[in-house]
């Protein structure tokens, strides 16, 4: 096999024209999937192939998260669209249209203002990613890995656009109403620790909903205002403690309002003791009733981040 030349990719009703076996020519190489730019024939359209890594193809867990990304088809321009599926002896590819922008976090870091601007600009941005999830979230799928790398900015806010064009990519780790995950698993799923609610840390993926990745997004509002994220730890077992119960600190760069809507959506359940020690059925209750009280929908947070600006 020359690993040098192109492998043309046959799908339903195109071909796809990519370089599997180059570094130079992937995107991404996560834990589950790699990600090449490849061109779509005969239209010579740019898109990316996403394909699951040949050592979990035979993995049950795997094969069914890959095919629930590739089943989100959601005919908006907030929300990657999913153009292929294809499954053959080579494996498993999922083809996407080219997103061109920037993530959040180098978007937000192009931005040129000043201290008191900022908080603003990055609220502006936050309420563009709530518009975006709306869609998400009303299709009846939860995204589960909300994180500045997972949204990009493709058009930035200017006198005319007050607020940024946003689209979420990345649906790897997202649930759907429609499927419950098997609470008894207790595979190993590598959503980010500094990102992610303590339903998703903690397994109990029955209860994931809308606030999952309000979770998330109160998160990122308090990193690029602070300049720092709210918990730190070089150990994960310590992050993940810190994450799931320890309070959200005030920062003195973050105005007293923004922290009143961080706090309520980060809302997070009151451990007496290790999270370990409680059985499945208490640690449930605990986080439910925390999630009570956080922001139960895009809306409502969008209306209260609005009033700020």
């Known amino acids: 096999m020359d690993t040098q030349k192109p492998v043309l990719l046959q799908g339903a009703k195109h071909q796809y024209l990519f370089y599997p076996y180059q570094k130079e020519f992937i995107i991404s190489n996560g834990r589950f999937a790699k990600v090449h730019p490849a061109i779509m024939l005969p239209s010579k359209q740019k898109v990316i192939i996403k394909q699951l890594h040949q050592g979990l193809v035979s993995n049950e867990e795997s094969r069914f998260r890959f095919m629930l990304e590739a089943s989100v088809q959601l005919n908006n321009s907030s929300v990657v669209q999913n153009i292929d599926f294809i499954a053959n002896d080579n494996g ?8 061109d922008g920037l993530d959040f976090h180098k978007y937000i870091s192009s931005r040129r203002c000043s201290r008191q601007t900022r908080e603003k600009e990055i609220i502006k941005t936050v309420v563009a990613v709530l518009d975006s999830l709306v869609v998400v979230h009303d299709a009846g799928y939860f995204h589960c890995g909300i ?85 730190k730890s070089i150990n994960p077992i310590q992050m993940v403690q810190m994450q799931v119960s320890a309070p959200i600190p005030v920062h003195d760069n973050i105005s007293n309002e923004v922290m009143s809507v961080i706090l309520r959506a980060c809302e997070k359940p009151v451990f007496r003791k290790p999270p370990g020690a409680y059985s499945y059925t208490e640690t449930t209750e605990l986080i439910a009733d925390s999630m009570q009280y956080r922001y139960q929908n895009c809306r409502e947070m969008a209306v209260d981040l609005i009033k700020l600006i």
């Open 92 to 99: 498993m590819f999922l083809i996407q249209e080219y997103v």
């Open 147 to 231: 994180k500045p790398s997972s949204v990009f900015i493709t058009r930035a806010a200017d006198e005319e656009n007050n607020f940024p064009d946003v689209k979420i990519i990345d649906f790897a780790l997202c649930q759907s109403q429609q499927i419950i995950p098997d609470i008894r698993s207790k595979a190993r799923i590598p959503y980010n620790i500094k990102y992610s609610a303590p339903e998703l840390l903690l397994n109990h993926l029955n209860l994931v909903n809308a606030s999952t990745d309000l979770f998330s997004l109160g998160i990122m509002l308090y990193e690029y205002i602070a300049g720092i994220a709210p918990h």
